[in-house]
């Protein structure tokens, strides 16, 4: 957390800026400006450029500005956007319920004195000055059956692990790949290309499901697994106790009874 579903309630959120001029950036925490960005260089790209459009990639959301330069945001696990006084989500799962302005790693004021702010409790996110966007996969909101097939469901990789991975499918997490596993009544550690026509079809199905699900319920944690993703945890569908294993580098729950 937060995942691609967060990002895009983040984006949502970060429309509020558009046609705003940025006045000043603040970037004290150097350790959250990734891949040799630094503070210097974010006041001399952004202060007295308008922000023209607020995109996401996966878990990236971007905002572009008139000068032609890009901003990065990351949110790791941790990272809450803040525009004004309102953040764009209320609650993030494994995340800390405090609302510490300490915790506030970069920040840029407007003219308006409207203020766009990343609160990131441990750290986990990050600010870079126009990343590589192609280094991520197809975003997962608008993988086709078809890509879906071409990039993801390839090799001997476990199913999850492929899904996890953001330069094939940017945007999916641990709670959005267990929910739709979940869903679709597919083993996590099933090998990526093991899967039949079917069950490919059944996949790409349940994954859009479950973004608009999350989208509308609120969040990547509202998923119908997600009050039995705890030890000795039943399975809601069938009563089976879940599996709980490292799949994919994640600690994952699967039913074993009707996920195969």
């Not at 192609?134 to 059956?145: K, N, S, V």
């Amino acid at each position: 957390m937060p995942e691609g579903v967060e990002i895009e309630m983040y984006r949502l959120h970060a429309e509020q800026v558009i046609g705003e001029t940025v006045a000043s950036v603040h970037g004290p925490d150097r350790w959250f400006l990734k891949n040799g960005t630094t503070e210097v260089e974010l006041v001399a790209a952004a202060v007295g450029t308008t922000v023209t459009a607020a995109r996401r990639r996966g878990k990236l959301l971007l905002l572009d500005l008139s000068s032609g330069d890009t901003l990065g945001l990351r949110f790791g696990m941790t990272g809450r956007l803040i525009v004004g006084d309102d953040a764009a989500i209320a609650y993030l799962e494994y995340s800390s319920q405090r609302n510490d302005p300490a915790w506030d790693r970069y920040w840029m004021v407007f003219e308006s004195g409207v203020e766009l702010r990343i609160r990131d409790p441990r750290r986990l996110g990050g600010v870079e000055l126009n990343p590589d966007e192609e280094r991520l996969g197809i975003d997962a909101f608008l993988i086709t059956l078809g890509q879906l097939k071409d990039r993801v469901l390839v090799g001997k990789m476990p199913l999850k692990a492929r899904l996890l991975d953001q330069q094939r499918i940017a945007g999916v997490g641990n709670l959005i790949a267990d929910e739709t596993l979940w869903r679709a009544g597919l083993d996590p550690a099933r090998a990526a290309d093991s899967l039949d026509q079917n069950e490919a079809r059944r996949l790409h199905r349940h994954l859009r499901r479950v973004l608009g699900d999350f989208m509308t319920d609120g969040g990547s944690h509202t998923g119908r697994l997600q009050p039995a993703r705890v030890r000795g945890g039943h399975c809601p569908r069938d009563g089976a106790e879940l599996l709980r294993r490292e799949v994919g580098g994640r600690t994952t729950y699967s039913c074993p009874r009707h996920q195969v």
